[in-house]
């Protein structure tokens, strides 16, 4: 994942106070996901390059904050509209959308906020709407209806398909679950043990001002107390660290020694499960990472700042034809393409522009995905299958129902002391320690 800023805490006011031009900014990055359906980073991505590098963090703060708010906010302003807003002017019903996110999660003074909003306005090319949204933020300021909050859905901020889907999955868990949603989450790093031990990585944090605790979930993380952008982090430039949630760190743990294996890494981008496996490069191993073309530069990216290599290939892993050269695989890992559901609260788009109805077109594709790489792995081999969802269907239901197509693949159990054992594998749920991983280890007779 490429983390340039880390996110702010809601409970810390940020640096300075939105002007209008972040709050114009932020307001076209939130049109573009709701309304347009684009993803988070990629809206940013774009607009972020119409202003000042120093406003970026209060523009992600406001983006990223109102859309993990979404689902709470946009009910409420649209009971203050009299009428819809034209889809042509939907980025002043967003910018509306985040002023209330503002009043409730940023230390400033709501008539601040209110007159950046109505400014905001006039940048965004709206000058006519002005009278609109003043007259709209300051009804809402009146007069905070609760009508909206007897809802879970209002509660939590989520869509009912995935409220039901997690109660389902997790009966004992799943308030914590939705209340981690809408948390910003740790920021975790992955320390390189090629040029560092993470004990002297910490010290080197700590000469830096920078406070940090080493985690109980990955023998290589360390947790920043605040997060900071990557520019900050001694040695990051030099690949003597990378940015990884500490529960994606742990796949070098399952799979064991690799000396003398040949090793894929399927569906391999960004890249930081690739890095971490290239930072064992002592073990002596071929590595192989795999993704799709468009995708391919962000392994390259990683691995040039680590200073390491692989064998990188540019296509699709459901086609083994395109790129296997028909010699056996000791080591599969398959970090498969999924809802994303473990990680919302990095990704708050997700809730946005997820639905029920792609759950199971995504588990065809991950049973394809394990069906098309199985053949790759030599008798005796493992393929570890990895998921960033919480949700059974991706999960166990998925590698039993692989098992059942797959007589000679057997399951070697996962054992952690952290996180849940399922039927199949081992869960991680979103929390302090890391997000929401699945793990389950296949072994082929």
């Not at 003074?109 to 609109?132: C, F, N, W």
Request: hydrophobic share 40%; with cysteine.
């Amino acid at each position: 994942m490429d983390i340039r800023f880390g996110p702010v805490n809601a409970s810390t006011p940020i640096q300075h106070m939105p002007t209008a031009e972040v709050c114009a900014v932020a307001a076209t990055i939130v049109d573009d996901v709701l309304s347009r359906g684009r993803t988070l980073d990629n809206a940013a991505r774009h607009r972020l390059r119409t202003t000042r590098p120093e406003s970026w963090p209060e523009v992600r703060e406001i983006a990223w904050g109102s859309i993990r708010w979404a689902y709470r906010y946009r009910p409420i302003l649209r009971h203050r509209l009299h009428k819809p807003v034209r889809q042509r002017e939907s980025v002043l019903e967003n910018l509306m959308l985040c002023a209330l996110y503002q009043y409730d999660h940023l230390d400033e003074p709501e008539y601040a906020i209110t007159s950046s909003t109505v400014d905001a306005a006039r940048i965004l090319g709206r000058k006519h709407s002005r009278q609109l949204v003043n007259a709209v933020l300051r009804s809402h300021l009146r007069d905070r209806d609760p009508v909206f909050e007897t809802t879970a859905e209002f509660r939590y901020a989520t869509p009912e398909w995935l409220l039901s889907a997690v109660r389902h999955a997790w009966p004992d868990n799943w308030q914590e679950i939705l209340d981690n949603f809408n948390l910003h989450p740790p920021l975790s790093l992955r320390v390189n043990p090629l040029h560092n031990s993470r004990e002297a990585y910490l010290a080197r944090l700590k000469q830096a001002g920078l406070s940090a605790s080493p985690s109980q979930l990955s023998p290589w993380a360390v947790t920043l107390e605040k997060p900071v952008p990557v520019t900050k982090l001694p040695g990051f430039a030099d690949g003597d660290v990378s940015v990884q949630d500490a529960a994606a760190q742990l796949s070098p743990l399952l799979l064991g020694a690799l000396e003398n294996h040949r090793v894929l890494d399927a569906c391999a981008a960004p890249g930081g499960k690739t890095g971490q496996l290239a930072e064992l490069t002592e073990q002596g191993f071929f590595l192989k990472a795999l993704d799709m073309p468009d995708r391919i530069h962000l392994i390259e990216e990683n691995l040039q700042r680590l200073g390491l290599t692989a064998q990188i290939s540019a296509a699709d892993a459901t086609q083994p034809g395109q790129w296997w050269d028909g010699e056996p695989y000791d080591v599969v890992l398959l970090d498969a393409p999924c809802s994303g559901s473990g990680v919302i609260r990095r990704h708050p788009d997700i809730r946005v522009l997820r639905r029920g109805s792609d759950i199971p077109a995504l588990a065809d594709k991950q049973l394809l995905l394990l069906r098309r790489l199985w053949p790759v792995l030599k008798s005796g081999g493992r393929l570890l299958y990895v998921t960033c969802s919480i949700l059974p269907a991706e999960n166990d239901d998925l590698v039993n129902t692989f098992l059942k197509l797959e007589p000679e693949a057997k399951i070697s159990r996962v054992d952690f002391s952290h996180g849940i054992k399922t039927r199949l594998g081992h869960q991680f749920l979103p929390g302090k320690q890391g997000d929401g991983l699945y793990y389950a280890m296949l072994h082929k007779q």
